[in-house]
């Protein structure tokens, strides 16, 4: 009765290790070795089986034994093998776990030594770790920073904004945007956020690149101070040209048509006054042309739209916030129009979006002109936009302007631009 229970048990220990094999064949490393140790222990499951055959029935059958001593044999091999399998495995797992600390210790040396300020942060905001420079940047311990979030260190004006961006990133995996971070004495740090979401210690995690564009910046602040200035100095020449040469030839108009009404001719006859009058009336016209002229950029009027253009170009270039390539080699046409001047316009409205708004580092312009036809490309580099949500916006009223102006002088303009895709324009006019 007890050899019959052992007989039992061992039978039921063969059917489980077969399960056992099964489950393994579903291992993806080292699939094989384990497969090789669950066979030998089936050998070894089956030579107890024979062994407590041969008690139960007593007997000493020669076959029996030849296929004990077989299997006995190849046990000892197949776990030999598994055993030098698994070794391997083992020697593997090694090398994966120096090569998995070297490249810890890059990224530890990349993540402090970076000029950029690195942030690892939850899905809350909360810090996870930081690099050497945000540090430095802020001016916080580690102790100091590491019981903070993104909202603690942001300007007021921006602490709204946290969880909004954190939606984005959350929504589209990544997301870049501009923030501003105060410093702990109180220093505002411009800064450009680049965020994704990653794998950090078995857990998902936000990891924020922010660029200092504190400078970039300021080359925009003064770029807008200097439009604003030349407009300004444009608006006080437009005055004073008005006040010194228009209006006192029109002042002088007024005396002689009063003495017209008047009658009053004891000095003068009214032939000659007549005569003074369309005298002053012609000096009226050529002053009110030049105020006119003036109003126009002369390159634009005197040397056509591409010397305008490349002299425009060249300017914000000296500033170097952006690389500007201006391709004007195939446009043929002369003399001035105003297409021309729409086209001009649509250049400074177009760059000067592109600085307020893209971050691009590059700006390629192309001017054409087949026959009476002239095109306009424009691209650049930057985070790009959704032009339907743009053009709704009141940041869109740039590029709605640009629309509205091609129209007027029935052209064409059609803007491409999606999310980190950078923005294409293209402008076709037909001159007369």
Not at 309 to 328: E, G, H, M, P, W
Request: with cysteine.
């Amino acid at each position: 009765m007890i050899y019959q229970l052992f007989i039992i048990a061992t039978a039921l220990v063969f059917i489980l290790n077969i399960i056992f094999i099964l489950n393994m064949l579903s291992v993806t490393r080292s699939r094989r070795s384990w497969v090789l140790i669950g066979i030998a222990m089936l050998f070894l499951i089956a030579l107890q089986m024979i062994e407590l055959y041969g008690q139960y029935f007593q007997t000493e059958n020669s076959f029996i034994q030849t296929i004990y001593y077989i299997l006995d044999f190849l046990v000892a091999i197949l776990i030999a093998v598994g055993v030098l399998q698994i070794g391997k495995l083992l020697k593997s797992l090694k090398n994966a776990e120096v090569e998995r600390r070297v490249s810890d210790r890059r990224f530890q040396i990349l993540f402090d030594n970076s000029g950029d300020e690195i942030f690892l942060a939850d899905f809350e905001g909360k810090f996870l770790e930081v690099n050497e420079e945000a540090l430095k940047k802020l001016g916080y311990t580690r102790e100091e920073l590491m019981e903070k979030n993104f909202k603690d260190i942001k300007t007021e004006k921006y602490v709204s904004n946290v969880d909004k961006n954190i939606a984005i990133i959350l929504k589209n995996g990544h997301h870049v945007y501009e923030t501003e971070h105060q410093s702990k004495d109180g220093s505002v740090i411009f800064l450009e956020m680049s965020d994704r979401v990653i794998d950090y210690m078995g857990r998902k995690a936000i990891l924020s690149m922010a660029r200092d564009i504190t400078e970039r910046k300021e080359i925009e602040r003064k770029i807008a101070a200097a439009i604003i200035e030349t407009e300004e100095r444009e608006r006080k020449r437009f005055a004073a040209d008005l006040h010194d040469g228009l209006a006192p030839l029109l002042s002088t108009i007024k005396l002689y048509t009063d003495l017209l009404k008047k009658g009053n001719f004891n000095k003068i006859s009214p032939a000659e006054t007549l005569q003074s009058v369309d005298e002053l009336i012609d000096k009226a016209i050529v002053s009110a042309r030049e105020i006119s002229n003036n109003i126009m950029p002369s390159i634009l009027q005197d040397f056509g739209l591409p010397a305008a253009a490349r002299d425009f170009c060249n300017y914000i270039n000296n500033t170097n916030s952006v690389k500007i390539q201006l391709d004007t080699s195939q446009y043929k046409l002369s003399g001035t129009r105003i297409e021309e001047t729409v086209l001009f316009q649509a250049i400074k409205e177009l760059v000067n979006n592109s600085l307020k708004h893209s971050q691009a580092s590059n700006i390629e312009i192309f001017l054409e002109s087949h026959d009476n036809q002239v095109n306009l490309f424009f691209k650049d580099d930057g985070v790009g936009f959704d032009v339907d949500e743009k053009l709704k916006q009141p940041t869109g009223l740039g590029l709605n302007n640009i629309i509205n102006k091609v129209k007027t002088i029935n052209g064409l303009c059609l803007i491409k631009s999606a999310p980190d895709e950078g923005m294409n324009v293209l402008i076709t006019v037909n001159v007369k």
